[in-house]
């Protein structure tokens, strides 16, 4: 019944998407098991080089995330399988669905045997590791699927009846691609997954961190590419962000105290350049929706507080204390915590000028925590000098920030080298080589 529906569908709505770039109903038939929707279509590239073109990805999903100099692949020829899976909310306007819990599956004609699952970063929607993650995946000839994680944009707390709940759906939205992926995998090749990957940045290299701690039989390994850190008795971002909101005007009128305050809040020396841009675009934005997420009561009637408020001010997010919050605020974030008790190899990359997840606050604090949960031998953590937690800030600053995305794309080798019994380097800080070019740096990382 749910294949003759999903045939159904597939026609009804086929102005959905546009025509495939090739026609062969032999090979574009795929069924994604518990798919409310979907559609297939058989294109002759599935990285971005041709999606682009063909318009089977959304450039605005995967924005700002990459450098300008990441090389591009292209010429992966196979099956792309757009759809949703069941879900009440309708934040995702992509294809004009209105409907999250959308996916998207790509398998390529030659394919190496595995599978590479990713969860979207920040709140953005499913085609946004399409760039950073996809092109490398399909290029090395894994299938690829991602998600929206189920509710999407500014306003994801809206989702769910119980503070936690659009977070905690992240985790399980990225399980129920993980499970169905395989299996449509197993019905097109003819055979299960070798080897299931996990990769994601920010928010996605959160559920990259919760899958392998809660969910291990699924996978065989992952990068996390600067996840972001949940825990219930801190350090999370709404331990660090209020004290910088708090400071920062202060600060850009000249206070040295100021100054150190946001240091204290965990925030590099030497990424002072990058303060203002995150204050505008990031800081505020991040504390009020994810502390809405987790403290709704904290601001009475209001959603999601006063943007960019003066400390003092009634219900102001500068003015937010995680640590005197009632008991309930920090039982909703335990749903979400990580323990570092990681079951499957984990490669983590995080930059050392990182100005919205700061890594003293984040991934120096989750590689302790595998250490102290006794996994340290399935962990090896890079700290990228220069790094910033969006690659996309390195085209503005060339000379003083490092791209990512090479080094992901090492670490993913590296991973994968891993499996089959080569020993990634050591956990080591990256510095960044003498004399190397901004344009040398964003084709090439060595990890070694």
């Given amino acids: 019944m749910r294949r003759w529906l999903a045939l159904v569908l597939a026609g009804a709505f086929a102005a959905a998407l546009p025509p495939a770039a090739s026609a062969s109903p032999r090979h574009c038939e795929v069924d994604v098991p518990g798919a409310e929707r979907q559609i297939a279509v058989c294109l002759d590239d599935l990285t971005t080089t041709g999606t682009l073109a063909s318009g089977h990805t959304v450039q605005a999903d995967w924005a700002g995330l990459t450098s300008a100099g990441l090389p591009a692949p292209s010429g992966v020829p196979g099956v792309q399988v757009d759809g949703y899976f069941p879900d009440t909310s309708t934040a995702n306007t992509n294809h004009g669905w209105n409907h999250d819990a959308q996916f998207v599956l790509r398998l390529p004609d030659r394919w190496n045997g595995g599978l590479v699952v990713s969860g979207s970063p920040g709140v953005r929607r499913q085609y946004a590791n399409d760039r950073a993650i996809g092109d490398q995946a399909l290029a090395e000839g894994y299938a690829f699927a991602a998600t929206d994680k189920g ?28 499970l169905a992926a395989r299996s449509a995998a197993a019905r097109h090749y003819g055979r299960w997954p070798a080897r299931t990957l996990a990769a994601g940045l920010s928010n996605g290299g959160y559920l990259v961190r919760w899958q392998l701690e809660n969910r291990p039989w699924l ?33 850009a009128a000249g206070s040295a105290p100021a100054h150190q305050s946001i240091l204290d809040a965990g925030f590099a020396p030497g990424s002072e350049f990058l303060w203002d841009y995150h204050y505008r675009v990031y800081w505020d934005l991040t504390q009020r929706i994810y502390r809405e997420e987790v403290d709704p009561s904290f601001d009475g009637v209001l959603q999601a507080g006063i943007p960019f408020c003066a400390s003092g001010t009634p219900s102001c997010d500068a003015d937010y204390a995680y640590s005197a919050r009632p008991a309930p605020v920090a039982r909703a974030v335990e749903r979400i915590s ?33 250490t102290s949960a006794g996994r340290g031998a399935l962990h090896r953590y890079y700290r990228v000098e220069g790094g910033n937690h969006v690659d996309g800030l390195v085209d503005a600053y060339p000379d003083k920030l490092r791209p990512l995305g090479p080094c992901f794309r090492t670490a993913f080798d590296a991973l994968a ?32």
């Fill in 151 to 178: 509710n999407t944009g500014a306003a994801f707390f809206t989702d769910g009846v119980r503070p936690g709940d659009a977070l905690a759906e992240w985790n399980s939205r990225v399980t129920q691609l993980t």
């Fill in 338 to 370: 990580l323990t570092g008790r990681i079951g499957k190899p984990l490669l983590t990359l995080h930059g050392t000028l990182d100005t919205l997840l700061p890594i003293t606050r984040d991934s120096d604090v989750y590689d302790r925590m595998i």
């Fill in 417 to 448: 080298g891993w499996l089959r019994g080569v020993r990634p380097p050591a956990s080591a800080t990256i510095a960044r080589p003498a004399g190397a070019t901004p344009a040398e740096l964003a084709r090439a990382c060595s990890l070694g």
């Fill in 219 to 251: 996978y065989d390994g992952g990068v996390d590419w600067e996840g972001t850190l949940w825990r219930a008795d801190g350090p999370n971002l709404l331990t660090f962000l209020p004290p910088a909101l708090r400071a920062y005007p202060a600060y």
